[in-house]
């Protein structure tokens, strides 16, 4: 079996791609980074370290490496081939690794099983994102014949990954615990075999229930321990303020899932306990500007904060502590991440109107527009 892994970082080599490795694949990492594609061709085998609870340590063996911008041709010959394609490289990148995988789709022989393709993304459907952008590159006649050659399956991930050791190399620091969870129905009975992964019938309640809990609570303490003036997560846990505002964030978005999807209250409230427990793990030094970079795409409208704030505000409940997250990422300003710093130029030049609308996705009747317009105001100093 071989499996073909878009992303060869931290996440990639400590998450998905050792998953699929124990599961029996030979795994095909794929990257631009030359010198990190250089590093795994030149080793053997990588180490992953686990932190925490169950913490084990894992030796990868039986990788290959692809430079997917200066080796395209083969990296369409090992997709036509494969059993299995996932991405780790963040939702804006994948428009990007489409195209290889159409033309690797297009180079497949009817006579092989549907290639198991599956976006391993913090992104809601962020498999559907990729199928959408893989469509754009077949014409519209071909798209029948090329889209029966693979099986586009949603996914919910979840996995620590803090940032890795400057002398770190090749090896991955990663906490024990992990989750993921993949939608059976594209597969029909050809499930793919990974042991490390679980199929469900119904995916929907495991993307909320771990964007809201675990990324909404994570970019939370991120954005009000960088306000504290804090450098780590775990620093920032230390701080009360910061532990009663992440709890109350929580409480809201617990709320909106038990309604919504039937979850058991207590589970929820045991399971965001344990989310909580997991970023005070002191092997994991994760800082806040970390976590909390890329504030555009975290407020945009289907992600951690305006997600569930505007379900909330639609089911006619007005969300406290979630827009006051919401206030504190608008506050994130870091220099060396490029969308802190698009975030801070619109807040100074863009009206504040045009900025709900623009990074929230918010329009006018929204209920919840007015309540971000405030939040927006009182960033932009009115």
């Known amino acids: 079996?071989?499996?073909?892994?878009?992303?060869?970082?931290?996440?990639?080599r400590g998450f998905v791609g050792l998953l699929l490795n124990e599961a029996g694949y030979e795994?095909?990492?794929?990257?631009?980074?030359?010198?990190?594609?250089?590093?795994?061709?030149?080793?053997?085998?990588?180490?992953?370290?686990?932190?925490?609870?169950?913490?084990?340590?894992h030796t990868v063996q039986g990788f290959r490496a692809i430079n997917s911008a200066t080796d395209s041709e083969a990296l369409i010959e090992e997709i036509a081939t494969a059993d299995v394609v996932t991405t780790a490289v963040g939702p804006n990148i994948l428009k990007f690794v489409a195209p290889v995988i159409?033309?690797?789709?297009?180079?497949?022989?009817?006579?092989?099983?549907?290639?198991?393709?599956?976006?391993?993304?913090?992104?809601?459907?962020?498999?559907?994102?990729?199928?959408?952008?893989?469509?754009?590159?077949?014409?519209?006649?071909?798209?029948?014949?090329?889209?029966?050659?693979?099986?586009?399956?949603?996914?919910?991930?979840?996995?620590?990954?803090?940032?890795?050791?400057?002398?770190?190399?090749?090896?991955?620091?990663?906490?024990?615990f992990y989750e993921w969870v993949i939608e059976r129905g594209p597969?029909?009975?050809?499930?793919?075999?990974?042991?490390?992964?679980?199929?469900?019938?119904?995916?929907?309640?495991?993307?909320?229930?771990?964007?809201?809990?675990?990324?909404?609570?994570?970019?939370?303490i991120a954005y009000l321990g960088s306000r504290a003036g804090v450098t780590t997560i775990a620093e920032a846990l230390e701080v009360p303020a910061v532990v009663a505002a992440a709890r109350a964030v929580l409480e809201e978005t617990s709320a909106l899932l038990v309604a919504k999807h039937g979850l058991d209250e207590a589970a929820q409230r045991a399971y965001r306990e344990k989310i909580l427990v997991r970023f005070r793990n002191p092997a994991l030094l994760d800082t806040v500007e970390r976590v909390g970079r890329q504030p555009l795409r975290k407020l945009s409208r289907n992600e951690r904060f305006i997600g569930p704030a505007a379900q909330l505000a639609e089911s006619g409940t007005t969300p406290v502590a979630l827009?006051?997250?919401?206030?504190?990422?608008?506050?994130?300003?870091?220099?060396?991440?490029e969308q802190s710093v698009e975030l801070q130029r619109m807040l100074r030049a863009e009206s504040a109107e045009h900025v709900v609308e623009q990074v929230c996705g918010l329009d006018a009747g929204h209920p919840l527009f007015a309540h971000v317009l405030r939040e927006v105001r009182r960033a932009q100093g009115l």
Not at 1 to 12: L, T
Not at 199 to 214: A, C, H, N, Q
Not at 323 to 337: H, M, P, R, Y
């Open 27 to 57: 795994v095909v990492f794929a990257d631009v980074n030359s010198a990190l594609i250089d590093a795994l061709h030149a080793a053997p085998s990588y180490e992953v370290h686990e932190m925490g609870e169950g913490a084990r340590r």
């Open 1 to 12: 079996m071989k499996a073909i892994h878009f992303g060869a970082g931290n996440i990639g």
């Open 323 to 337: 827009l006051a997250a919401i206030g504190a990422a608008l506050n994130f300003s870091v220099a060396a991440d």
């Open 102 to 176: 159409a033309a690797g789709l297009a180079r497949r022989s009817a006579s092989l099983p549907p290639l198991a393709v599956m976006a391993c993304e913090n992104a809601i459907n962020a498999t559907d994102i990729l199928a959408e952008h893989v469509h754009s590159h077949v014409t519209g006649a071909d798209w029948p014949a090329v889209s029966a050659r693979a099986a586009f399956a949603n996914t919910a991930v979840d996995r620590i990954v803090p940032n890795q050791a400057a002398d770190a190399g090749l090896t991955v620091t990663v906490e024990a």
């Open 187 to 220: 597969f029909g009975d050809a499930v793919p075999a990974i042991p490390g992964a679980t199929f469900v019938d119904d995916l929907g309640p495991y993307i909320e229930r771990k964007l809201f809990t675990v990324n909404t609570g994570h970019a939370t």
